[in-house]
């Protein structure tokens, strides 16, 4: 059977031979009878990961590299990397060493047992609060659209041949990989493991990144939007006609004195505010489908060694 693992990368420079050579090792001591390809995808980096992934690649028959124009982002490269795999089942894993290699013997087991997706969940991070606090909330956002989506979230897993076949040919223009598999239907084990701080360089998915993903998914995965629009008129318009009993009551009661004013400001403010709300939203969902029909590209392919 042959393996293959899924590599993104994006200014890794000084991490990629250290994975490929963890990779090589789990498969020669712990994974025997098993053949392998890596999969390197060079997300635009501006360092030197690239001239490091060929060197690689001209030392190792097993290991394959693709280069992108630009930045695609992680969910293009992953999904590249997807589409070019030979193997019969997958691994996506991240370049920077934080998420443990040693856990593919596990993970390719439970594969075995007939589980059709493994995730690596994260129970703890290795890194101060200030990663650790947009992370969790990054994900209780996530959690809205989809509440199977584990707390701690996924970026480490395997998927077998069934589930890439599903999977290659969506769209990946502003949508979630990990939505995309578990939205398969195709029951998933989990194996816990903490996620370990990066030894070289730093981390490229910054806070306002994880916002687009975050507001994305909230958009794509659910029709959670629409209802909380729907449940922000029924609040407001409640609210409206409370006040306008109470505004009502007063004025026969003679506590207003200028008629009019009160009311006037306050609802132009309200209902002013929620309707440019809610156009914003339905604007999102007008701009998605329009970005599906152009049938733009989710990446582009500069140049690729696959032999």
Known sequence: ???????????????????????????????PGFSFEVIFINDGSKDQSFAELRVLQSEYAEVKVISFTRNFGQNAAMAAGN???????????????????????TMIARWREG?????????????????KIPSALFYFILRLSVP?????????FLIGREVLDII???????S???FDILETGYSF???????????????????LKR???????????????????????????SAGFVYAGTVAYSRFRGVITIPGYTPIVVLLLTSSGLIMVMLGIIGEYLWRALDYIKRRPDYVIFEKFME
């Open 1 to 31: 059977m042959l393996i293959s693992i899924v590599v993104p990368v994006y200014n890794n420079q000084g991490t990629l031979r250290k994975t490929f050579e963890q990779i090589h090792e789990q498969f020669l001591t712990h994974i």
């Open 83 to 105: 589409r070019h795999a030979k193997g019969d089942c997958v691994i996506n894993i991240s370049a920077d060493l934080q998420d443990p290699i040693d856990l593919m013997p």
């Open 211 to 237: 916002v687009k993903v975050a507001y994305d998914n909230l958009i794509n995965a659910s029709h959670l939007s629409i209802r909380l629009m729907s449940l922000c008129g029924a609040l407001t318009a």
């Open 176 to 178: 979630f990989m990990s």
């Open 115 to 131: 589980v059709k997706i493994v995730t690596c969940v994260r129970k703890g991070r290795e890194e101060s609060i200030f990663r």
């Open 148 to 156: 199977i989506y584990p707390k701690q979230g996924f970026d480490y």
């Open 168 to 174: 290659n040919p969506y769209n990946n223009r502003n």
């Open 189 to 207: 084990a989990s194996i816990p493991y903490v996620r370990r701080d990066r030894a070289v360089g730093h981390s490229g998915y910054t806070f």
